[in-house]
């Protein structure tokens, strides 16, 4: 009988479950066994952290958010953090000992479910260790430039698109500016498709640098049109042009006169547009919510199919891959590849120009 | 000043409104004068149902279902019916007049978002009356093979979905089968989208026919597995194979001892189950709560997006067209070839491979 | 150590896991063993069936619609269908075996969480042999008079509200009279509050014998207004004045010329509509997606509460009690007291008047 | 034909809507003319910013979020601030301009819907100007002691349960604490139903002023459970016993080294659960997420029912009282005293004991 481990790495996504459902019942259909290694490496690292995966361990786990398996931050086993005898923290290279129980469990595929660093990991196990590997990508940034979309995205971008729709009644009914940061890391797409869906007046993306003047003039483009509030979207990862602020994440490269941004940039727009355009403005940071919940219909069939789609490649026998959603079909793409390239929003798109025709401004230009 | 005329045909959709804000916003844009025919063509044959649209009649119709438009079922002007002097119904040829009202009102395009039927009453009149037409497609069913997605199928899944996540816990407390019958007409997405993501383990669709005998060994095969519930999705266009059965739209053409189905598939298929696997069944018609409600984030952004490129098209002076969506951008298809042919299911997409790799009973067969 | 045996019996109810969670939790801060008797009293006839419930196992099931204590409608120990040799279906009292087990288990107190079957059962063992029973009230159509609310109602009130919400569009949109088939048996709660806050214009209930003339008048009342759709509620025990019509659960009744409602009262009443008002007119049953799904945040936090308050009572050793809501605080009833009478709905309340303050039509009286 | 004006004031709450579709519809069925004064006295002072409601003003608003007649917290009659010639703001007395606007308009009563500080100033024009007022309470906190239940209450729960739900599953994933500020002024209401509901492992209430070790040891005993990750929810108002630390708004007070709280209270508990426990902490501010969105079905009834009683109120000419739910049924109280007195969460109510017996800690105390 074959026998398979999966593992599921890197931030929480709206879909892990699915994919895991999906993965034990494609194999269970084979016959093959299957594994669940906990919070990432850490079933291969100790098998006592390795649990048998059956059709019934996962029954009703598809609209579930979180991952059965556990927390996903535990570290790269190519460089992890071990406590030594005298209690200090060392970086050691646990691999060898990752890929011994791999064998010796008589695994012979390993599906990895994770974002682009599981997934270089992954790549590592596949080229430096030859441990026959399967990828899934995992991000709700949707960020991958390997595949068209994947899991989790819709999800935020529905919990995100909700908190708009909260925010439009109460933002009217008290005439106020509300600013909201959502998440995205370095590109926009989070931040354009709930800020277009949810009736955004302005939208801050990393791939338009951003004038705080061309945003004031919007709010006040909306005044004299007897709209008295407004509501603006920020990407977590957008940037004022030639600002000189810095992220928190940047600190380290902080240099000379430029201004440290704590609270993130949503508050820092919104203290922007409270002093500029006068206006009482509220900020607010949408967080973790839009990594949790039950998974939408959308993501959770997609998560299943890339699952059952894993297990097929398996079949198959091809490893060091990632599974892929291209041209509404699945597909395969070198794992090498998968995280090669981080997809940006292309600013010629349809989406952008739908932004700037239904008047959404974009922070990089507006005439009152 | 241009001055371009809109309609909304057939049945409800949710995103209907979003196109009608995009289509307007992105005129307004562009300077251009937008109004709103009531009814289908009732504003063009009658032009005190014409209504001006402008950003302030559209704010915040983005997330309503229904069309602000109002009625969408009232009649092709090719066949129109109407009373004559003794009160009878006659069906008369209305479109001159539709055409000289366009003129007279000085339009220079009209943008039709509609379905096949309405999509088809545009052509006719860019064929037959040279109306410079762009149509808008619409239905809840994604059974149009011209364009990858349609607004209102994602909302129609996640009510769908939503209404099989309630059923699976009453279903297993009390040892039931619960049948649904979603929409879809021809085509088995709406059933196959939601009974993968609603963890249905029987589906029924039009382009698979079904044997009753099957879908009672899949529930059979759950009782095997201490499972004594189970949760059947039926489209409303299955059928059974060799059943003779026919549906109460086939009435007319009903012969010899067929068993004629007044109360739908899904009851048909519950009273099967009941007889065959001797099971408590329910059967539950979803009806028309696929059709209303807020539109999904997903579909509201798709509804915008074809709003603004309809305008697009519009502004390159190109017509007789319908705006698509292939590849995930938007481009444009004639509309002659928009309504030929209806999206069926292709039997070896990975959708299909997922249902039964995860281990859905799609009818057709099943080993215990 | 104290040794509690909880059930879950009759129809299902969001929030029954919510009672099961704080029923476990609050014993087990008491330091008392807590076991679930499966599937009603089966747990009580077969200890086989027993399960030991503790933090762990009842851990994240409050927000979980069902029981996991699993199908709720096995029978009455008192009158148990039970097959003897011959294959033959007999009813026998095994009401003696539940006591000889619930004594050789070592209980001292029987939770059952169930409706007026359930209650009447529970009591009857309190009764007739002594067992230490406290009962905790469940049912979705809030029709016990011995408690001002109970878990359950609120989210079946909400899920039908969402549906009204959804139908309104669409409704509107087809110029349609939409009827929809609520639950509730005997009482108008469901019917009633999902109609006042789903903007219904007609709400039928079992209190108010109905003239589907009134009914006919108040949509031809909307048409004269430009509203040329209607929203229609009927509570499953509505009947019409004078009608001689009977229920399919009467049947056995049925006498003369008297028409039997196979179909459902809310069909009967979309038929009448059709015919008399000619309007195009659908029927819809919600049937048991309002016995399913997540509690509402209301329905938990009373299901919770009922739970603690029920282990409060255990506590002090006072049995053959229910707990039950009175002026917004925990209380108890005697439990032969709680199953008495059934919670109509009074014709004098304020919700009746507001109903009929806001336009809508109740079915006894209206004119145009 | 009669005649009244209503106003809306105050914070924004779900259910202002449908408050005012009652109060016209009420008023519309006993014939009386209704205009509504934009952002509170507004209307009242200009008769430009009166706007009058008729059903068809109303239609369909009831499950909307925000108040139609616009922003609510435009001032004070009795103290508003004026801008004089120089350009400077003075703080003026203009109650007689809106007793004479308001006799002018030949009104007979004026209905106010808003929070304490409206109801106070209603009052004050009832003592002191002879106005005939009748007030409806709103306040998404329920902290006024004269009504049992407010309006936007279980909306503003609802939607804090709903965020409770997702950070859940994301919390266990990265064995993270997550900290939720939540509303609720001085009162601890949100704060306990929702952290009850919603699954916290701690709830910090103003009620109870909190010992961070012991929320620290809860934090503790949940890791010896083998659960790494907890759900700490914090109402806006709670306090450290003993700590010295003063919020932002008593800035004013501030003195000598206490220690003040800029970011408020939800991101202290974090930093000091990240200081004591030494967990990933993160912590989340819910704003005004919980003021905004769609009523619940339990929010539009009760709204529903207080505009109707109000109207009743009117009808039997008796003035200076607010309509206020006691006992389940709608009564009214005399508006000095509807203000006199804060709710606040009595400390042996069985919510509190609820909580404590199913395992939460209220931050007084905590044994591991």
Redesign the interface.
């Known amino acids: 009988m074959k026998r398979i481990v999966i593992s599921t790495g890197g ?2 996504a ?1 879909g ?1 479950n699915a994919v895991i ?2 993965l034990v ?2 194999a ?2 084979r016959d093959w066994e299957v594994y669940g290694s906990k919070s990432g490496y850490l079933g291969l690292l100790d098998t006592d952290e390795l649990v048998r995966l059956t ?2 361990t996962v ?2 786990i ?6 059965i398996l ?4 535990k570290g790269n086993p190519f460089a992890m953090p071990v406590k030594n005898l005298a209690g200090e923290i060392q970086i050691c290279d646990v691999s060898d000992r990752v890929m011994k129980n791999f064998k010796r469990m008589g695994f012979f595929c390993h599906i990895a479910v994770g974002g682009d660093g599981s997934l270089e990991i992954a790549h590592r196990f596949a080229k430096e260790k030859g441990m026959p590997v399967i990828g899934v990508p995992k991000t709700i940034d949707n960020d991958l430039e390997a595949t ?1 979309l994947t899991f989790g995205f ?1 999800t935020a ?3 995100a ?3 708009l ?11 106020r500016v ?1 600013v909201v940061e959502v998440m995205g890391r370095e590109s926009g797409w989070i931040a354009l ?2 800020g ?4 955004a007046d302005v939208i801050l993306i990393p791939e338009i640098p951003f004038d705080i003047q061309c945003v004031c003039d919007k709010i006040a483009e909306n005044e004299l ?1 007897g ?2 509030y407004a509501i603006v979207v920020v990407a977590e990862g957008a940037r004022a042009k030639d600002s000189g602020i810095i992220h928190k994440s940047d600190e380290k490269k902080e240099v000379g006169r430029q201004e440290v941004l704590l609270g993130g940039i949503g508050e820092w727009v919104a203290d922007r547009i409270r002093e500029i355009a006068d206006k009482d403005t ?1 900020s ?2 949408l ?3 839009q ?3 039950s998974p ?3 993501d ?2 997609l998560a ?2 890339f ?3 894993a ?2 490649v398996a079949e198959k026998g091809e490893f060091d891959l990632m599974v892929a959603l291209e ?4 597909t395969t793409v070198p794992l090498a590849k998968a995280v090669e390239k981080r997809k940006k929003v292309p600013l010629d ?3 952008i ?2 932004a ?4 959404i401004c974009l922070g990089d230009f507006y005439r009152i």
Do not use: W
């Not at 598809?62 to 991952?67: L, Q, R, S, V």
């Not at 277009?196 to 009736?199: E, N, T, W, Y």
């Open positions: 931030g929480d709206p892990l459902y999906a019942q494609a269970h259909s059709p019934d029954k009703d598809t609209p579930t958010g979180g991952t556990g927390s996903t931050n068209q819709d971008v529905s919990t698109t909700e908190a729709d909260k925010l439009h009644s109460t933002a009217k009914s008290h005439d509300m498709n709930s277009i869906s949810g009736g049109h709209k008295h509220r607010l940071v967080g973790h919510l990594r949790g919940g939408t219909t959308f959770r069939l299943l199919r699952g059952a789609a297990i097929r041209g509404g079909a699945m798109c349809d989406k120009m739908t700037r025709e239904i008047g």
